[in-house]
């Protein structure tokens, strides 16, 4: 008999106590700021590092739509004027 990975878990989360008892210090809640104010700081130096290429890629592509639209409309008026 092959135990599988869902009755595995479920047999985990019923032998599991309740409650952990567990205990966080200051220097875990100054690791998890770290995380976070380093997670945001990335975030913002890689924004500014490729921002003109974010707005490349974004343009283009709308750009792209807009031209789209706009020759199907031409198209739609010259057929009007056709018939």
């Known amino acids: 008999m092959q135990?599988?990975?869902?009755?595995?878990l479920i047999f985990m989360a019923i032998?599991?106590?309740k409650s952990a008892y567990a205990y966080l210090d200051p220097g875990?809640?100054?690791f998890l700021t770290q995380i976070i104010a380093?997670?945001?700081?990335s975030l913002l130096v890689f924004l500014r590092l490729h921002w003109r290429?974010?707005?490349?890629?974004?343009t283009s592509s709308r750009s792209k739509n807009i031209q789209d639209?706009?020759?199907?409309a031409n198209t739609s008026r010259e057929g009007i004027g056709r018939q």
């Open 3 to 8: 135990i599988t990975t869902v009755e595995l």
């Open 15 to 17: 032998l599991s106590p």
């Open 28 to 30: 875990t809640g100054s």
């Open 38 to 41: 380093a997670s945001i700081i």
């Open 53 to 58: 290429k974010l707005l490349t890629v974004l």
């Open 69 to 72: 639209d706009s020759r199907k």
